[in-house]
Protein backbone atom coordinates (compact mmCIF):
# COMPACT_ATOMS: atom_id res chain seq x y z
CA UNK A 1 0.00 0.00 0.00
CA UNK A 2 1.50 3.76 -1.32
CA UNK A 3 1.12 6.56 1.66
CA UNK A 4 0.69 9.95 1.20
CA UNK A 5 0.51 13.09 3.03
CA UNK A 6 -0.85 13.13 6.73
CA UNK A 7 -1.84 16.87 8.10
CA UNK A 8 -3.77 18.13 11.29
CA UNK A 9 -4.98 21.49 11.61
CA UNK A 10 -7.36 23.17 14.12
CA UNK A 11 -8.48 19.58 14.87
CA UNK A 12 -9.16 17.95 11.66
CA UNK A 13 -6.23 15.02 10.79
CA UNK A 14 -5.94 14.20 7.67
CA UNK A 15 -4.35 10.81 6.11
CA UNK A 16 -3.81 10.51 2.38
CA UNK A 17 -3.81 6.84 0.64
CA UNK A 18 -3.52 5.01 -2.65
CA UNK A 19 -5.76 2.16 -3.11
CA UNK A 20 -3.97 -0.19 -5.13
CA UNK A 21 -5.20 -3.45 -6.91
CA UNK A 22 -4.63 -6.00 -4.26
CA UNK A 23 -6.23 -3.87 -1.58
CA UNK A 24 -9.87 -4.04 -3.85
CA UNK A 25 -12.81 -6.53 -3.94
CA UNK A 26 -13.99 -8.30 -6.64
CA UNK A 27 -16.01 -5.10 -8.03
CA UNK A 28 -12.40 -3.10 -8.19
CA UNK A 29 -13.52 -1.05 -5.40
CA UNK A 30 -12.25 -0.35 -1.60
CA UNK A 31 -14.37 -2.69 0.41
CA UNK A 32 -16.29 -2.07 3.50
CA UNK A 33 -14.08 -4.05 5.70
CA UNK A 34 -11.30 -2.18 4.34
CA UNK A 35 -12.48 1.13 4.88
CA UNK A 36 -13.10 0.29 8.60
CA UNK A 37 -9.46 -0.84 8.97
CA UNK A 38 -8.61 2.59 7.70
CA UNK A 39 -11.20 4.58 9.54
CA UNK A 40 -9.88 2.73 13.07
CA UNK A 41 -6.50 3.51 11.89
CA UNK A 42 -6.78 7.19 11.47
CA UNK A 43 -8.81 7.57 14.84
CA UNK A 44 -6.06 5.81 16.31
CA UNK A 45 -3.80 7.79 15.02
CA UNK A 46 -4.72 11.01 15.62
CA UNK A 47 -5.85 9.95 19.16
CA UNK A 48 -1.93 9.30 19.54
CA UNK A 49 -0.94 13.08 17.99
CA UNK A 50 -3.66 14.56 20.51
CA UNK A 51 -1.86 12.03 23.51
CA UNK A 52 -4.92 10.14 24.60
CA UNK A 53 -4.00 7.22 22.58
CA UNK A 54 -2.15 4.07 23.66
CA UNK A 55 1.01 5.14 25.04
CA UNK A 56 -0.99 7.13 27.41
CA UNK A 57 -3.25 4.83 29.19
CA UNK A 58 -2.51 1.36 28.44
CA UNK A 59 0.25 1.71 31.52
CA UNK A 60 -3.39 3.08 33.33
CA UNK A 61 -4.43 -0.17 32.28
CA UNK A 62 -7.37 1.46 30.07
CA UNK A 63 -8.16 1.30 26.54
CA UNK A 64 -10.25 3.12 23.57
CA UNK A 65 -13.08 0.60 22.54
CA UNK A 66 -15.43 0.86 19.75
CA UNK A 67 -19.33 1.25 20.34
CA UNK A 68 -21.31 2.13 16.97
CA UNK A 69 -20.24 3.08 13.88
CA UNK A 70 -22.21 4.52 10.79
CA UNK A 71 -21.28 4.88 7.73
CA UNK A 72 -22.63 6.32 3.83
CA UNK A 73 -21.08 6.12 1.12
CA UNK A 74 -22.28 7.77 -2.38
CA UNK A 75 -19.61 5.74 -4.23
CA UNK A 76 -15.83 3.88 -3.39
CA UNK A 77 -13.11 4.45 -4.19
CA UNK A 78 -11.49 2.55 -6.87
CA UNK A 79 -8.72 0.56 -7.96
CA UNK A 80 -5.65 3.63 -8.64
CA UNK A 81 -7.75 6.16 -6.78
CA UNK A 82 -6.53 8.77 -4.35
CA UNK A 83 -8.75 8.63 -1.03
CA UNK A 84 -7.64 11.30 1.76
CA UNK A 85 -9.88 9.82 5.00
CA UNK A 86 -10.44 13.09 7.63
CA UNK A 87 -11.34 12.86 10.91
CA UNK A 88 -12.37 15.17 14.35
CA UNK A 89 -14.21 14.84 17.53
CA UNK A 90 -17.60 16.21 17.39
CA UNK A 91 -18.45 16.10 20.65
CA UNK A 92 -17.31 14.13 24.10
CA UNK A 93 -18.96 13.04 27.15
CA UNK A 94 -18.36 11.24 30.37
CA UNK A 95 -18.35 8.26 29.13
CA UNK A 96 -18.33 8.67 25.65
CA UNK A 97 -16.21 10.22 22.95
CA UNK A 98 -18.28 10.90 19.71
CA UNK A 99 -15.73 10.83 16.11
CA UNK A 100 -16.64 12.04 13.13
CA UNK A 101 -14.64 11.27 9.00
CA UNK A 102 -15.11 12.48 5.88
CA UNK A 103 -13.94 10.38 3.20
CA UNK A 104 -12.89 12.27 -0.23
CA UNK A 105 -11.56 10.84 -3.36
CA UNK A 106 -9.82 12.48 -6.03
CA UNK A 107 -10.52 15.79 -4.54
CA UNK A 108 -14.78 15.13 -4.17
CA UNK A 109 -16.61 13.77 -0.97
CA UNK A 110 -17.40 10.54 -1.45
CA UNK A 111 -19.11 9.44 2.36
CA UNK A 112 -19.42 10.42 5.75
CA UNK A 113 -18.90 8.67 9.23
CA UNK A 114 -20.42 9.13 12.54
CA UNK A 115 -18.90 6.97 15.47
CA UNK A 116 -18.89 6.20 19.26
CA UNK A 117 -16.19 5.17 21.28
CA UNK A 118 -15.87 4.58 25.39
CA UNK A 119 -12.73 4.75 27.31
CA UNK A 120 -12.43 1.12 28.91
CA UNK A 121 -11.00 -0.93 32.42
CA UNK A 122 -9.32 -3.74 30.36
CA UNK A 123 -9.51 -5.78 32.95
CA UNK A 124 -13.20 -5.17 34.18
CA UNK A 125 -14.18 -4.25 30.87
CA UNK A 126 -16.22 -1.31 32.01
CA UNK A 127 -16.45 2.26 31.24
CA UNK A 128 -14.55 4.69 32.56
CA UNK A 129 -14.75 8.19 32.93
CA UNK A 130 -13.67 11.08 30.65
CA UNK A 131 -13.99 13.80 32.19
CA UNK A 132 -10.89 14.02 33.17
CA UNK A 133 -9.14 13.46 29.97
CA UNK A 134 -8.94 17.47 28.93
CA UNK A 135 -7.21 17.03 25.58
CA UNK A 136 -10.65 15.84 24.22
CA UNK A 137 -12.66 18.72 25.51
CA UNK A 138 -10.08 21.34 24.22
CA UNK A 139 -10.40 19.17 20.57
CA UNK A 140 -14.13 18.79 19.93
CA UNK A 141 -15.37 20.34 16.48
CA UNK A 142 -18.94 20.67 16.49
CA UNK A 143 -18.74 22.89 13.57
CA UNK A 144 -17.21 21.24 11.14
CA UNK A 145 -20.01 19.43 9.51
CA UNK A 146 -21.08 15.41 9.18
CA UNK A 147 -24.49 15.17 6.95
CA UNK A 148 -26.07 12.15 8.07
CA UNK A 149 -28.07 10.37 10.64
CA UNK A 150 -26.45 9.00 13.49
CA UNK A 151 -26.40 5.29 14.45
CA UNK A 152 -29.96 4.22 15.17
CA UNK A 153 -31.19 1.39 17.52
CA UNK A 154 -30.75 -1.94 15.73
CA UNK A 155 -33.64 -4.53 16.60
CA UNK A 156 -32.74 -7.81 17.94
CA UNK A 157 -32.69 -10.04 15.02
CA UNK A 158 -35.74 -12.27 15.40
CA UNK A 159 -35.90 -15.02 12.08
CA UNK A 160 -33.76 -15.44 9.14
CA UNK A 161 -31.21 -16.99 7.37
CA UNK A 162 -28.79 -18.38 9.58
CA UNK A 163 -25.20 -19.64 9.55
CA UNK A 164 -22.46 -20.69 12.17
CA UNK A 165 -18.80 -19.72 12.65
CA UNK A 166 -15.66 -20.50 14.96
CA UNK A 167 -13.49 -17.69 15.43
CA UNK A 168 -9.91 -18.94 14.90
CA UNK A 169 -6.37 -17.36 15.56
CA UNK A 170 -6.35 -15.15 12.73
CA UNK A 171 -9.37 -13.39 13.94
CA UNK A 172 -8.12 -12.37 17.25
CA UNK A 173 -6.20 -8.96 17.65
CA UNK A 174 -3.99 -8.06 20.57
CA UNK A 175 -6.15 -7.98 23.05
CA UNK A 176 -6.80 -11.89 22.19
CA UNK A 177 -10.66 -10.39 21.12
CA UNK A 178 -11.87 -10.39 18.04
CA UNK A 179 -11.04 -7.87 16.04
CA UNK A 180 -13.35 -5.91 14.49
CA UNK A 181 -12.63 -5.87 10.82
CA UNK A 182 -13.61 -9.80 11.19
CA UNK A 183 -17.17 -9.22 12.34
CA UNK A 184 -17.99 -6.79 9.57
CA UNK A 185 -16.39 -9.95 7.21
CA UNK A 186 -18.32 -12.58 8.72
CA UNK A 187 -21.35 -10.60 8.29
CA UNK A 188 -20.75 -9.77 4.08
CA UNK A 189 -20.12 -13.24 3.57
CA UNK A 190 -23.68 -14.04 4.02
CA UNK A 191 -24.42 -13.21 0.52
CA UNK A 192 -23.06 -14.11 -1.89
CA UNK A 193 -20.41 -12.32 -4.57
CA UNK A 194 -23.26 -12.10 -7.00
CA UNK A 195 -25.17 -9.55 -4.44
CA UNK A 196 -22.35 -7.30 -4.65
CA UNK A 197 -21.96 -7.53 -8.32
CA UNK A 198 -25.22 -6.05 -7.95
CA UNK A 199 -25.63 -4.21 -5.10
CA UNK A 200 -23.99 -1.52 -3.26
CA UNK A 201 -23.45 -0.98 0.27
CA UNK A 202 -24.45 2.85 0.75
CA UNK A 203 -25.43 2.64 4.38
CA UNK A 204 -23.64 0.53 7.33
CA UNK A 205 -24.17 0.72 10.81
CA UNK A 206 -23.02 -1.62 13.76
CA UNK A 207 -23.26 -1.45 17.06
CA UNK A 208 -20.71 -3.98 19.69
CA UNK A 209 -22.71 -5.41 22.94
CA UNK A 210 -19.91 -8.29 24.20
CA UNK A 211 -16.89 -9.01 22.71
CA UNK A 212 -16.20 -12.81 21.36
CA UNK A 213 -12.75 -14.65 22.14
CA UNK A 214 -10.75 -17.19 20.34
CA UNK A 215 -12.78 -20.70 19.45
CA UNK A 216 -16.10 -19.72 20.61
CA UNK A 217 -18.59 -20.78 18.11
CA UNK A 218 -21.54 -18.05 17.09
CA UNK A 219 -24.65 -18.08 14.87
CA UNK A 220 -25.17 -15.42 12.12
CA UNK A 221 -28.42 -14.33 11.33
CA UNK A 222 -29.68 -12.60 8.24
CA UNK A 223 -33.13 -10.51 7.98
CA UNK A 224 -32.83 -10.12 3.86
CA UNK A 225 -36.80 -9.66 3.76
CA UNK A 226 -36.09 -6.37 2.38
CA UNK A 227 -33.47 -6.73 0.10
CA UNK A 228 -32.74 -2.68 0.24
CA UNK A 229 -32.91 -2.67 4.00
CA UNK A 230 -31.39 -5.71 6.36
CA UNK A 231 -30.15 -6.50 9.62
CA UNK A 232 -28.03 -9.10 10.79
CA UNK A 233 -26.78 -10.10 14.16
CA UNK A 234 -24.07 -12.77 15.64
CA UNK A 235 -24.91 -13.97 19.07
CA UNK A 236 -23.54 -17.12 20.68
CA UNK A 237 -26.43 -19.50 23.42
CA UNK A 238 -28.46 -16.17 24.58
CA UNK A 239 -25.47 -13.48 24.21
CA UNK A 240 -25.68 -11.28 21.35
CA UNK A 241 -22.41 -9.96 20.44
CA UNK A 242 -23.30 -7.57 17.52
CA UNK A 243 -26.01 -6.36 15.54
CA UNK A 244 -25.64 -4.29 11.97
CA UNK A 245 -27.61 -3.16 9.53
CA UNK A 246 -26.99 -2.81 5.66
CA UNK A 247 -28.70 -0.68 3.62
CA UNK A 248 -28.04 -1.38 -0.37
CA UNK A 249 -28.47 0.76 -3.38
CA UNK A 250 -28.33 -1.06 -6.92
CA UNK A 251 -24.78 -0.40 -8.03
CA UNK A 252 -24.35 1.36 -10.80
CA UNK A 253 -21.66 -0.05 -13.68
Known sequence: MLERRITEEGGVYSHEFFLAAGECNAESMMPLPLLVNRLIRVATEHAN???VGYARF?????????TKLAIEMQRYPRVNDNYTIK???EAAGKLLSFRNFAIYC??????YVRSEWAMIDMNTR????????KELAESVRPDVPCPMAPPSRILP????RT????????DVDFNRHVNTIRYIERFMDQWPMEHYDHYLVSRFEIVFMRECRYGATVNIVVDDTDVYDCRAEIYGGTVAHCRARF???????
Open 49 to 51: LMN
Open 58 to 66: APEGRGWVL
Open 87 to 89: SWI
Open 106 to 111: NGEVVG
Open 126 to 133: KMTDLSSV
Open 157 to 160: VKQG
Open 163 to 170: GTYTFGYC
Open 247 to 253: KFSELKK
